[in-house]
């Protein structure tokens, strides 16, 4: 979704010559409705859109689907690439950036994410800590027997903490596992994606029962 004519012709040629299949909408309104009634691998949204902005949709589209977002935008205030991750956005990027940038963040993205869904743990593979209650066949979480909604990021961060019990690991150290090295994003997602986990997995948030802050060290998920 942008509305620079210009720049989504040469997104779409780069994303195109590297095997992709591209539609594009100029305008937040029609991008809503495409996005809403057909099934996409993935979304690239500029944040300012006429009509309905990119944020809006970034939430929109999150609420339906669990697919890589990307947002593109020229404002590179960090107050924006936070409110953008915290909306569900998987990875942020500035203008102007090369179109070989944004191949590799698709790429990586979309390979992180069909590794994800492609996996097929064994049909009795439930993982169950106090009241959470994961089904990692399916990827489906449950808090008290009310199904929580996480993005693909966020339950891939879920399960890493969940598989290294009491293991206190660094922001660097989970930006270095989880997101592909340094070139999406940067590390300020991190405590991001960890308040997104603990709204959705925690009965009280400011007082986290599992995903625990050692203070100046980093995190660890505690049984």
Known sequence: MEDEE????????????????????RDGDSALERGLSEKFDMFILDV???????????????????VPILLVSARKEDIDKIRGLGLGADDYITKPFSPSELVARVKA???????????????????????????????????NGNERTLTSKEY??????VMNPNQVFSKEELFRKLWDEDIIGDIAT??????????????????????????????????
């Open 6 to 25: 210009a720049i989504a012709e040469l997104e779409k040629d780069y994303l195109e010559l590297s095997g992709f299949e591209v539609a594009i909408e």
């Open 156 to 161: 891939e961060l879920l399960i890493f903490l």
């Open 48 to 66: 300012m859109l006429p009509g309905v902005d990119g944020f809006e949709l970034c939430r929109r589209f999150r609420d339906k689907s669990n």
């Open 109 to 143: 993205h979309l390979g992180r994410y069909e590794r994800l869904i492609g996996a097929m743990p064994p049909k009795d593979d439930i993982i169950i800590i106090q009241n959470l209650r994961i089904d990692r066949e399916t990827h489906r979480v449950w808090v």
């Open 190 to 223: 991190v405590p991001v994606h960890i308040k997104k986990v603990r709204e959705k997995i925690e009965v009280d948030p400011a007082r986290p029962q599992f995903i625990e802050t050692v203070w100046g060290v980093g995190y660890r998920f505690r049984v």
